[in-house]
Each structure stands twice: as C-alpha cells, then as structure tokens.
C-alpha cells in the first residue's frame, strides 16, 4: 500500500501463484489505506502480495457454514461458498446500498444471502439476531466477520444460546475509528 508499514489483508476468491493471479473483492468505505489502495488499483498494474493464510480455520468446522459479516465479508463468503464442502454456505449480511450489494451478490452466485438494511440506531443488528435461529437448529457453524461490534453482539446472542464456542470462528475486520485491524 505504498509502505513496507501499511498493509491490509483481504481474502482471496481465486489465488494462482503459479500464474501470479488473484481475485479479491474489496469495499471501499471510509478514507483510510485499504480504501486509498482499492481506488488507486489499476488493470495491468503489478502488485506484491502475501497469501493466502488462514486466520480463519473454516475447514474445522461442521458441515453447514452460517457467515454473517456485513459488505466487507462477502469476499469470505463468495470463497467459502466456492469450495468443495459437504455443507451449504448460508449467508447475512449487513448492507448499506442494498441495490449495489444485491448485484455484487448475483454476480458471485450468493443470491441466497439475506441481506439486511444498515440502521443509525444498530436495530438491524437485531434482525440478524434472528437470522441465527434457522443455521443453529441445523447445527451449523458459525464464521463472523466484519464490523468489530456487530460480531460481539452476534457472539454474544450465540453464547445465550447455547452454541459451542467451537462452532463459532470471528475475525474483526475493522471497526469505527480504528485503524490497522486487519
């Protein structure tokens, strides 16, 4: 991103390292280095990347995945959909332009996710509260990315019901006035 210092991590929806290829889908909100990054990329351009690694060890997981992230998410969402897994990948996310995210979500083959409007008042993190009804009776596990505090909250509906810390994988994408999480 400009600096040995600055770097962003992103999850790969295609990685070639024999061809020196990969696909990511990133959102661009706010004004920090990821975003400054993905509006400067340009086609043809060379760029050095590290990956993939796995922070998140989906493959320990039981056969139905339930991802509830929100924009910055959907590129887990679209790679874990991809592999060859015994389970269905549901979906939930929380959006800001429904209409754009609805296309973006076409596009990957994710038509089934539900998405879920943004609320100044959090409400809609509610709403994807009662979305974990359906994925815990199937006894999926569960992969929350994204906004900091809607995974706290969504981790902590879980707890209150009684879902087994090992089916719940998290990793905090960002959160408001922070920089540098992931």
């Not at 696909?23 to 993939?52: D, K, N, T, V």
């Not at 979906?91 to 296309?103: A, L």
């Not at 009776?137 to 809607?150: E, H, N, P, R, Y």
Request: glycine share 14%; proline share 4%.
């Amino acid at each position: 991103m400009g600096s040995a210092f600055v770097s962003r991590t992103y999850t790969p929806m295609d990685w070639n390292a024999a061809e020196g290829r990969t696909r990511i889908l990133g959102y661009m909100h706010g004004e920090g280095p990821g975003s400054a990054w993905l509006r400067g990329l340009r086609a043809g351009h060379e760029y050095h990347l590290f990956g993939p690694r796995s922070p998140l060890d989906a493959g320990r997981a039981t056969a139905a995945l339930a991802v509830f992230g929100d924009e910055t998410s959907i590129g887990l969402a679209h790679a874990l959909a991809s592999t060859d897994r015994a389970g269905a990948v549901s979906c939930c996310f929380e959006i800001g332009d429904i209409e754009s995210c609805g296309q973006a979500l076409a596009r990957l083959g994710l038509e089934g996710a539900t998405p879920v409007t943004k609320r100044e008042d959090y409400g809609h993190v509610n709403d994807m509260g009662a979305a974990l009804g359906a994925p815990i009776a199937a006894g999926a596990s569960f992969v929350l990315t994204g906004k900091a505090g809607t995974i706290q909250r969504l981790r902590q509906d879980l707890k209150r019901r009684r879902v087994p810390a090992a089916r719940i994988l998290t990793k905090a994408y960002w959160a408001p006035g922070k920089q540098g999480l992931d």
